[in-house]
């Protein structure tokens, strides 16, 4: 599982991004936005990287 540290979530909407986002590069991702914390947790065949580019791509800052 990749824990990442994401800045700029707010609200339900955020959560809705980020996992379509992930799921779009990888459908049977597993995302976990924990709101609170701040941090989205994925279990995917994808990379660090990628997933943090698909996180950026909505607009919020990332970093692993």
Aim: aromatic residues 4%.
């Amino acid at each position: 599982m990749q824990v990442f540290k994401v800045q700029g979530m707010s609200c339900e909407h955020c959560v809705r991004a980020i996992t379509h986002a992930v799921q779009k590069l990888d459908e049977a991702a597993e995302v976990e936005v924990d709101l609170a914390d701040g941090e989205v947790r994925v279990s995917s065949r994808l990379s660090i990287a990628e997933v943090a580019e698909a996180i950026r791509g909505e607009g919020y800052e990332v970093s692993p």
